[in-house]
Structures are given as C-alpha cells and as structure tokens.
C-alpha cells in the first residue's frame, strides 16, 4: 500500500511569508506526527494528533507555528512570517494506533527560507 | 532538544566489515529504536528494542541495550555499500503512553564497495 506522502518536496520562500506543508498519512493510521529536521542534526519533535486532536503540541518553537488535522487523516503544518531559521526539513509520520507502534515517516518536506 | 548523543559521528569501513554504532541517553525510556535515513530525507525503521530487552536481532543488524549505563549499540554485520546512510538512535521516554521520539545526532556510515 501507500506511504506518508508529504507536499511538496521543496519549498523556497521569502522571510515573512506564509507556508503551508501538508502530510497524508498511510490509510488507517490514526497517530500522526511531524518533526523538523535540520542540517546535519536528528528529526526533533514538534506535534502528535490522535484522530483529529492534538494530544501533545509541546515541541512547536513557538506561535507562529500551528497545525491542524481536522477529519483524522491530511495533516497540515502551518508557518506564519517565516524567519530564516525555520528552513530545515519537516518530517511526518504515522503509527496505527496511539500507542507505541512502529512510525512509518514521509520524505519530507525541505523548507528554504531566504 | 537532543536526548542522546551517538558515537561515532562519522564510520567509514571496506564492504564485508562489520559496523558499530553506540547511543547514549539521559533520561529513563520505554523503548529505544534504530532509524536508517538515505540523502537527508525519509527515515526508515529499522529495530526496537524495549527496556526491559538486553539484545535483539532482525537479520544481518543486532542491538544492544544496557539500561544501567543508559547506552545502545547498533552492529551491521557483513555490511554491504547500500548500507551507506546515516543511522539515528531515537527513545521513547518512559512513563509515556504514545511514541513521541527524542533522536541522537546520528552517525554517518560509508560503506565502500
């Protein structure tokens, strides 16, 4: 069957734009999680839904970051006035259920801010 | 933040070499899981390995886990050059009820043919 798909795969923006990055799950997989990841580092939590609700949003930097997941399935990971220190690359990924199951990432969305 | 830090950053080794990779960790944890990641982009699963386990095997990759220590070692036996990637240790902290992953740095392997 499918993966997590992410679009796009690269996205170049201007600092003070609006971004928006979309994840589809694999069909079924009710936990989602995105990550960011940035140059020569390992993925760093930002957000966790469980169906529609986000059940630890701990890890997103700060306001301008926001992402929603409204029917359970397509996420979407929001950047307000972006700044040159959020280009890295974001990650999703997905488990079947809540718990502890194995997460099946995207291939990411690279994010260039200039 | 990072929770670990691994050891090596960088491997380079012949094909048919085996290949050691440790992680270290700060806090107690759940699990601890392996991720292989090609060209900066999509990470792939690669083991778990839960706290209560010592050493689990899946194919030509055997982890270690030594929770006293806080430390893991990843070894790819008999490795190959398509084994070239980066490798990321990850852990779930314990007392958690769902898999929010905290990943080391990573090390680098370049496996040449």
């Known amino acids: 069957g499918a993966g997590v798909s992410q679009t796009p795969s690269n996205k170049v923006t201007e600092k003070g734009k609006y971004v928006e990055l979309r994840c589809d799950p694999i069909s079924g997989h009710t936990a989602l999680y995105w990550y960011r990841q940035s140059l020569g580092q390992g993925p760093e939590f930002l957000i966790y839904f469980q169906g529609t609700g986000a059940a630890d949003d701990s890890g997103l930097p700060n306001d301008r970051f926001f992402a929603v997941r409204p029917e359970g399935s397509v996420s979407t990971l929001k950047i307000q006035r972006t700044e040159r220190g959020d280009s890295a690359v974001y990650l999703c990924?997905?488990?079947?259920?809540?718990?502890?199951?194995?997460?099946?990432f995207g291939p990411g969305t690279r994010l260039l801010v200039l | 933040s990072q929770q670990g830090e691994e050891d090596p950053q960088a491997l380079s080794i012949q094909e048919g070499e085996n290949a050691t990779m440790n992680c270290s960790y700060k806090?107690?944890?759940?699990?601890l899981q392996w991720y292989r990641q090609n060209s900066g982009r999509g990470l792939v699963h690669l083991i778990l390995?839960?706290?209560?386990?010592r050493e689990k095997h899946s194919g030509r990759l055997r982890v270690t886990l030594d929770t006293s220590k806080k430390s893991s070692s990843l070894l790819i036996t008999a490795s190959r050059a398509a084994d070239t990637a980066s490798y990321f240790c990850?852990?779930?902290?314990?007392?958690?009820?769902?898999?929010?992953?905290?990943f080391g740095q990573g090390t680098i392997l370049t496996v040449h043919p």
């Open positions: 390995i839960r706290s209560n386990e």
């Open positions: 990850a852990t779930v902290a314990g007392g958690t009820s769902y898999g929010k992953l905290t």
């Open positions: 806090t107690s944890i759940n699990n």
């Open positions: 990924a997905s488990s079947l259920g809540g718990g502890l199951e194995t997460q099946y």
